[in-house]
């Protein structure tokens, strides 16, 4: 089992940034994938960036390259996602998720409760 608890979510006005973090506890983190992901109300869940266990794999949804960074720190069993000029398309519950293997859709193993990003115009 994998525990994951995201933290960092808030309402920020359109331009702003914002720092995700999701901490993870019981496997040994560096085996895993990590994912997030976002769902809107009404949307279906859709996967936002991506970073292999060694973090030497790293992939994003056009939606947001250029404008978040995902980053992985595995002394602190942490994975990271920096969101800057943020737009209110980009409102909607982020969610981390840890894989054993890469992949680019929902089927990842397990999964954090979710943290609110609001962003008003």
């Known amino acids: 089992q994998v525990q994951l608890v995201e933290s960092g979510g808030g309402l920020v006005q359109a331009g702003g940034s914002l720092r995700l973090s999701c901490a993870a506890s019981?496997?040994?983190?560096?085996?895993?994938?990590m994912g997030w992901f976002r769902q809107a109300p009404g949307t279906e869940r859709e996967i936002v960036a991506a970073?292999?266990?060694?973090?030497?794999?790293?992939s994003y949804a056009d939606s947001v390259k250029g404008r978040f960074t995902i980053t992985r720190d595995n002394a602190k069993n942490t994975v990271y996602l920096q969101m800057n000029s943020l737009k209110p398309e980009d409102t909607a519950i982020y969610y981390c998720?840890?894989?054993?293997?890469?992949?680019?859709?929902?089927?990842?193993?397990?999964w954090g409760q979710g943290t609110q990003v609001t962003v008003s115009s």
């Open positions: 970073i292999s266990g060694s973090g030497g794999r790293i």
């Open positions: 998720a840890a894989s054993q293997a890469w992949r680019w859709n929902p089927n990842y193993d397990y």
């Open positions: 019981g496997r040994t983190f560096s085996n895993y994938v």
